[in-house]
């Protein structure tokens, strides 16, 4: 079954500080994974996105890397800002098939002055 | 701002009831992706239209039907309203139906069934 779990589902730091987020996926065929931030009662912009070759993509202080072997990729934030504060999802597209793009449920992030 | 424009903002249905919404992707975008995003969770993928063609389409019934016009701006219809479609309706526009482009998300729309 095509499933994209990501961990954790809610997360508080404080401002400046560093953070992980996972996103494990059972997709198959594999084309491409995308990470996105989500504010509340906007749209997802998107943040990053890697194909099957691709370990890593950054942008600005957002870093994705990707593990294609075991299905796993990672999102860091680094000196985190309050306007971090957001849902971040990560959305894997499949390479064939009716069913595009499979998306995780997020990961709530809380930044705290 | 992505450029692309959802309407309405809100919309109140009752149970029974039809819907359409709309979506006009960004200038130079031919594709448009519908999704619909419960309450604390993920967008789960309805359709994608592609140059007026249906392109994909996730698991949902043929209640929820599209259209995509020659300008590619887009419908989203849902007959027979439940009480579990009250959800935020966000579409995507990309520049083409490749996997691998970048969607760009409108703000939504978000509907309410009583």
């Known amino acids: 079954k095509n499933q994209v779990e990501q961990s954790p589902q809610s997360l508080i730091i404080l401002e400046g500080k560093n953070c992980t987020l996972q996103c494990n996926y059972t997709v198959s065929p594999f084309s491409n994974l995308r990470w996105y931030k989500q504010d509340t009662g906007r749209g997802p912009v998107s943040l990053t996105i890697?194909?099957?070759?691709?370990n890593t993509k950054s942008n600005g202080r957002y870093t994705a890397t990707l593990d294609a072997d075991t299905k796993q990729s990672s999102l860091h934030i680094t000196a985190s800002q309050l306007s971090d504060s957001a849902s971040y999802i990560c959305?894997?597209?499949?390479?064939?098939?009716?069913?595009?793009?499979?998306f995780g449920t997020g990961t709530r992030l809380k930044v705290l002055a | 701002e992505t450029g692309v424009t959802q309407s309405p903002t809100h919309l109140i249905k009752t149970r029974g009831q039809q819907v359409t919404l709309r979506c006009s992707s960004q200038?130079?975008?031919?594709?448009v992706s519908w999704y619909q995003q419960a309450l604390g969770q993920g967008p789960q993928f309805i359709f994608q239209y592609y140059r007026e063609e249906e392109n994909g389409r996730g698991n949902f019934p043929p209640r929820f039907s599209g259209l995509q016009f020659p300008n590619y701006s887009s419908e989203l219809n849902v007959n027979a309203l439940e009480l579990d479609d009250s959800a935020l309706y966000l579409c995507?526009?990309?520049?083409?139906?490749?996997?691998?482009?970048?969607?760009?998300f409108g703000p939504g729309t978000r509907l309410l069934v009583l």
């Open positions: 995507a526009s990309s520049s083409s139906g490749l996997y691998q482009e970048t969607q760009y």
């Open positions: 890697m194909t099957f070759s691709e």
């Open positions: 200038s130079g975008h031919n594709t």
């Open positions: 959305v894997v597209g499949r390479a064939s098939g009716t069913y595009k793009y499979i």
